[in-house]
């Protein structure tokens, strides 16, 4: 009866050992793909505050644009009304 308790308490202390060496190669592999994911996200993090700041230069020039837009229609409607009433002086004048 001692062979036997001997014989299975060496079984239960293999089988704990090997379940204490899965977990630890589990956690290893758990601790390496962490890592790979907390890298991955500081490289979206950088890509997104590049992103960000991109946008944000190509609104300010879009705004520019858009400015000068305004204003270039501005002028066109300034000369368009400027050559009218110049029209209209020389039709008046006789020409």
Request: contains cysteine; aromatic residues 2%.
């Amino acid at each position: 009866m001692n062979d036997i308790n001997w014989k299975e308490r060496c079984e239960e202390a293999e089988l704990a050992l090997a379940n204490a060496l899965a977990d630890d190669s589990g956690l290893k592999q758990a601790d390496s793909l962490m890592m790979k994911k907390l890298e991955r996200i500081q490289e979206l993090e950088a890509i997104n505050e590049s992103h960000q700041k991109l946008n944000g230069d190509l609104r300010r020039q879009i705004t520019a644009l858009e400015q000068e837009k305004l204003e270039l229609f501005l002028d066109n409607k300034k000369l368009a009304q400027q050559v009218e009433d110049k029209i209209d002086r020389l039709r008046k004048s006789g020409m």
